[in-house]
């Protein structure tokens, strides 16, 4: 199968600790055989060098927006994929890489330097909070049967 008829993938992490890049890249062991016939990794730092960001077919995205950079290219992601999947706690729920919104007034007070030197958002977000989300993967670290149930629906939808 030649690349232009592969699945466009990328794999993008934000604020989060990427257990679910470890997950995925377990899961990879796996199915490598069967994956590199039917991806395109065009996006995957864990995975590759030379990363592009172009159309994608698929964008796995794990972590959540914590700052405007980071609110930026989950936008740009969002624009150049067909598929968007929110993979992870962070992701879909914002905790715990979040956990500084439920600060007291005085615990924030505290941080106002860190989150100035980052040029922080004023609110960790989840990834729906930013742009439209088309799957979900739930989870700290994801449950590698899931995943690769949402992958498998997913490579279902595209080889139809």
């Known amino acids: 199968m030649s690349n232009d008829s592969k699945i466009k993938i990328g794999w993008f992490s934000f604020s989060c ?3 679910s890049t470890v997950i995925m890249t377990e899961v990879m062991n ?4 069967e994956w590199k016939k039917i991806f395109d990794f065009r996006h995957a730092r864990v ?3 030379k990363n592009v960001l172009d159309e994608l077919d698929i964008a796995f995205v794990e972590g959540a927006a914590a700052s ?11 624009e150049k994929s ?19 919104n439920t600060f ?4 924030k007070k505290e941080i106002e330097f860190l989150l100035a030197r980052f040029g922080a958002l004023p609110k960790v977000l ?10 979900e993967i ?4 994801i449950d590698p049967n899931k995943f690769l149930e949402v992958v498998n629906k997913l490579v279902g939808e595209f080889q139809k």
Do not use: M, N, Y
């Not at 796996?30 to 055989?33: E, I, L, V």
């Not at 007291?104 to 615990?107: D, F, V, Y």
């Not at 989840?126 to 799957?135: F, I, N, T």
């Not at 739930?138 to 670290?141: I, L, Y």
């Open 138 to 141: 739930p989870g700290c670290p």
């Open 126 to 135: 989840k990834l729906s909070e930013v742009v439209k989300v088309d799957a």
């Open 47 to 49: 995975l590759k060098t």
């Open 68 to 78: 405007e950079e980071q609110e930026k290219k989950i936008r740009e992601i969002r």
């Open 104 to 107: 007291t007034e005085g615990q």
């Open 17 to 19: 600790c990427e257990d």
């Open 82 to 100: 067909k598929i968007f999947v929110a993979v992870g706690a962070c992701a879909v729920q914002g905790l715990p890489a979040g956990q500084r």
């Open 30 to 33: 796996d199915h490598w055989r």
